[in-house]
């Protein structure tokens, strides 16, 4: 199985305009707990997480002085990202070898979606069932 197969499409994105305000409320609405960063051509330039903003707050006054800031400034920059054909099982060891949450998968030079650490777990688990079935 391919992350093609397996990736969020349909998703949320910020761009280096948006606020901590924007960022927060995106990842309320769409039950996401990261969210990308993207310029004008699609191209992922940043990441940030729940995480990202909660530690900032603990060295900051509070969550509401950084309201109107852009959140780019919380975000992890340039961002790893893999091709929608790279193996499910791949991109896994990759995720948690580097730390990561959310993946953005790209296609030349685009993004296309984002998988979980969790999509990839039920993926993995639903086709060795699969194979087991079968």
């Known amino acids: 199985m391919i992350l093609r197969e397996v990736l969020h499409a349909h998703i949320p994105t910020l761009t280096a305009e948006s606020t901590v ?7 309320d609405i769409y039950q996401f707990p990261a969210l990308i960063f993207v310029d004008d051509s699609m191209k992922p330039i940043g ?3 729940e995480g990202d903003l909660c530690h900032r ?13 852009p959140a780019i400034v919380y975000a992890s920059k340039d961002p790893t990202t893999l091709p929608p054909d790279t193996e499910i ?17 790209v296609e030349d030079h685009r993004l296309m979606g984002i998988v979980l650490r969790v999509d990839l777990m039920q993926a993995m688990l639903t086709d060795a069932t699969r194979k087991d079935e079968g």
């Open 21 to 27: 305000r924007d960022a927060v409320d995106k990842m």
């Open 47 to 49: 990441v940030i997480t």
């Open 57 to 69: 707050v603990t060295t900051s006054d509070n969550l509401i002085s950084m309201m109107d800031e």
């Open 89 to 105: 099982g791949d991109a896994f060891h990759k995720m948690i070898s580097s730390g990561l949450k959310i993946l953005p998968i």
